[in-house]
Nanobody
Framework: QVQLVESGGGLVQAGDSLRLSCVAS????????VGWFRQVPGKEREFVAAISWSGGNTDYSDSVKGRFTISRGSAKNTVYLQMNSLKPEDSAVYYC???????????????WGQGTQVTISS
């Protein structure tokens, strides 16, 4: 089992930056890829980014590529999502997710956090 806890959400203005954190625990986490999704009411959950256990493989959605950066802390149990040049359309609940590979994270995550709200004002 893997437990995921997100933090770092909040209310900022368009053009600002935020950094989200996902802290993971559980005996399976040492070989787990982690990613971020987001969801707004009435819409499907959208893939944002993912990173492999080693940090050597990353994947981004086209909507955030060049603005968001996913990274892994040195202790491996924390994954960050640095969000720059934020837009109102980035407003959503952001969820951390985990699975064995980056590809599986994107299409069939096995574990989910509870989410953190990100709101961007125009």
């Amino acid at each position: 089992q893997v437990q995921l806890v997100e933090s770092g959400g909040g209310l900022v203005q368009a053009g600002d930056s935020l950094r989200l954190s996902c802290v993971a625990s559980g005996r399976s986490f040492s070989t787990t890829a982690v990613g971020w999704f987001r969801q707004v009411p009435g819409k499907e959950r959208e893939f944002v980014a993912a990173i492999s256990w080693s940090g050597g493989n990353t994947d981004y959605s086209d909507s955030v590529k060049g603005r968001f950066t996913i990274s892994r802390g040195s202790a491996k149990n924390t994954v960050y999502l640095q969000m720059n040049s934020l837009k109102p359309e980035d407003s959503a609940v952001y969820y951390c997710a985990a699975a064995i590979t980056v590809s599986r994270v994107r299409y069939k995550s096995d574990y989910w956090g509870q989410g953190t709200q990100v709101t961007i004002s125009s």
